[in-house]
């Protein structure tokens, strides 16, 4: 399972990646992505073993080291 961490996901890029992965048929399995922001409006839904959203602040140093131990991040965009 390869785990994406997108810091300040709920801006323009986050939001369209995210939407083309849940959409598109063919897209490989075995991704999930974890995806931050400060807020989040009530359109975006944690979809289990694919996207998961969680609202934090990502310059907390703490916060940010829980969740790169809780879902074993491999890669990060911001």
């Known amino acids: 399972m390869r785990n994406i961490l997108f810091l300040g996901g709920n801006g323009f890029l986050g939001k369209n990646v995210t939407a083309y992965y849940q959409n598109t048929p063919g897209m490989p399995e ?3 992505f974890i995806v931050t922001g400060r807020s989040f409006d009530g359109t975006l839904r944690n979809i289990p073993g694919k996207i998961t959203y969680c609202a934090l602040d990502f ?3 703490e916060t940010l080291s829980m ?3 809780k879902y074993a991040i ?4 911001h």
């Open 74 to 77: 491999s890669e990060v965009f």
């Open 30 to 32: 075995g991704i999930h």
């Open 59 to 61: 310059s907390n140093k």
């Open 67 to 69: 969740l790169f131990e």
